[in-house]
């Protein structure tokens, strides 16, 4: 039986990131009124874990530098990387729509990204494509974004969860249950709901249901990722999609819990195990490093790289702090570095005389790594040992272009949407198929859709 709800809010929004900050923020200035709900005291979520940088192509910050990019190309490039497995609606919206809302957010929200031309083109990035507030990372983003929330009048209630749905035969939705930190529950009406509540990377046993090669891995993403949002909306007939994928990381600091830059690698960084021999090419596949990372034996690598690496990547808030921790080991010979790493010294120096052979042979390695300008390590090194983990989900619901939440069938539910961890994104199946910064790319693409949708068919409600 569907509540009498003393409070019908027009758009609800469920989950205060950068997905539901952008829903939010979107559906008001369409004039809807909205209240976002956010499980956290203090707004963070997955967003606030991460670099804060979004994948978007065909913005004015590429025009202004001269880098030619197109939606077309960002498609391309997606599908490559997916082996052709994303699902292609979601990759064409996902290329058509990132550009407009990074360039929305800078001109209407005043929010200050630009591209990051130190993040360069790998990983299946063509092109410079990376955007970022220079300086700042995800918990920045978080709370420009509720900064300006607030400036819109926008209502946010912290410390609340979703705890249910409540919908008639047809799948409309008629309001939630919503339950406080001391147990208190409290029935809201609305005529729209959004589910920008994550994915489910700290649910122990979604993971191992859905992603069983990661369920004894570190999981490095926001401890309230917890599939809420998946589990009602598939209660209520919801499909799924891609549950398998998700972004892995190879290089989490041990043990400080501090992400290595992606640039190390790129600049000319190397993975090697603690018998001192890589493994990997370094810069093939961001996420999917991290299954050969936890295939090594002792539980742990080290990347190594030099003070040049060091410096090309100073810029980004993780490596400034790693450098304010003094986290990294520094040697001015291989030997020392073998003594700081407890690294056999002759297999540490035959593995980067490889690397450097490989090199100035302009050859692929071993591995299939393709050096061309860029250097191996040399003296003076810098190492830190990391750990592999998983970050985020990727799969999720599935939605269509709009944003609406979709049947097994393909008919969309009457008036649900999703986007970020809560939506299937476009990486694919697996862990193969994630393009750097694209979790981000999906969360403030389909949070701006999923508002747009929503306001939408609550001014046509209004209308007859």
């Known amino acids: 039986m569907i509540p009498d709800f003393e409070h019908v809010i027009p758009v609800l929004v469920v989950g205060g990131g950068a997905c539901g900050s952008m829903a939010a923020l979107t559906a008001r200035q369409a004039g809807a009124q909205v209240l976002v709900v956010e499980q956290d005291e203090r707004p963070m979520g997955s967003t606030g874990m991460s670099q804060g940088l979004i994948c978007a192509a065909g913005t004015r910050a590429q025009a202004t530098l001269g880098i030619e990019d197109s939606a077309d190309g960002y498609f391309a490039d997606i599908m490559a990387k997916t082996r052709g497995q994303a699902d292609p609606v979601l990759a064409r919206a996902i290329a058509d729509h990132?550009?407009?809302?990074?360039?929305?957010?800078?001109?209407?929200?005043?929010?200050?990204?630009?591209?990051?031309?130190?993040?360069?083109?790998?990983?299946?990035?063509?092109?410079?494509?990376?955007?970022?507030?220079?300086?700042?990372?995800?918990?920045?983003?978080?709370?420009?974004?509720?900064?300006?929330?607030?400036?819109?009048?926008?209502?946010?209630?912290?410390?609340?969860?979703?705890?249910?749905?409540?919908?008639?035969?047809?799948?409309?939705?008629?309001?939630?249950?919503?339950?406080?930190?001391?147990g208190?529950?409290?029935?809201?009406?609305?005529?729209?709901?959004?589910?920008?509540?994550?994915?489910?990377?700290?649910?122990?046993?979604?993971?191992?249901?859905?992603?069983p090669e990661m369920a004894h891995a570190r999981n490095n993403g926001h401890e309230g990722s917890q599939g809420t949002g998946i589990g009602i909306a598939s209660k209520l007939g919801a499909a799924l999609g891609d549950m398998g994928a998700y972004q892995g990381y190879g290089m989490l600091t041990q043990p400080q819990g501090i992400t290595v830059p992606p640039g190390v690698p790129v600049e000319g960084g190397i993975l090697v195990n603690v018998e001192g021999r890589r493994f990997v090419n370094e810069v093939e596949?961001?996420?999917?490093?991290?299954?050969?990372?936890?295939?090594?034996?002792?539980?742990?690598?080290?990347?190594?790289?030099?003070?040049?690496?060091?410096?090309?990547?100073?810029?980004?808030?993780?490596?400034?702090?790693?450098?304010?921790?003094?986290a990294m080991r520094k040697a001015d010979s291989i030997e020392e570095l073998a003594a700081l790493t407890d690294l056999p010294a002759d297999a540490l120096a035959?593995?980067?005389?490889?690397?450097?052979?490989?090199?100035?042979?302009?050859?692929?390695?071993?591995?299939?790594?393709?050096?061309?300008?860029?250097?191996?390590?040399?003296?003076?090194?810098?190492?830190?040992?990391?750990?592999?983990?998983?970050?985020?989900?990727?799969?999720?619901?599935q939605i269509d272009a709009s944003a609406r939440v979709l049947r097994p069938d393909g008919t969309p539910l009457p008036n649900l949407f999703a986007g970020g961890g809560a939506a299937r994104s476009v990486s694919g199946p697996a862990h193969w198929g994630y393009l750097p910064a694209m979790g981000l790319a999906t969360a403030v693409t389909f949070g701006r859709l999923a508002g747009q949708s929503a306001a939408a068919l609550v001014c046509a409600s209004a209308d007859r």
């Open 98 to 182: 990132a550009g407009p809302t990074v360039d929305w957010m800078v001109e209407a929200l005043d929010m200050p990204w630009e591209l990051d031309t130190g993040f360069r083109p790998a990983y299946g990035n063509s092109t410079f494509r990376v955007h970022g507030w220079r300086g700042h990372g995800g918990q920045d983003m978080v709370d420009l974004l509720h900064r300006r929330m607030d400036d819109a009048g926008i209502d946010v209630l912290l410390g609340t969860r979703l705890a249910d749905a409540h919908a008639d035969s047809t799948g409309r939705i008629h309001g939630v249950t919503l339950e406080r930190r001391d």
């Open 184 to 211: 208190a529950r409290e029935q809201v009406g609305c005529e729209t709901l959004i589910l920008a509540c994550g994915g489910f990377a700290a649910n122990h046993a979604l993971v191992a249901q859905h992603i």
């Open 285 to 326: 596949d961001i996420a999917g490093m991290v299954r050969p990372v936890l295939a090594q034996p002792g539980g742990h690598v080290w990347v190594i790289f030099d003070e040049r690496i060091e410096a090309a990547n100073a810029y980004i808030p993780e490596t400034q702090q790693l450098m304010a921790l003094n």
């Open 350 to 397: 035959a593995t980067l005389a490889e690397a450097h052979a490989a090199q100035a042979s302009g050859t692929p390695d071993a591995f299939g790594r393709v050096w061309g300008s860029d250097l191996p390590p040399a003296p003076p090194f810098r190492a830190l040992k990391v750990v592999g983990a998983i970050y985020h989900t990727q799969g999720g619901l």
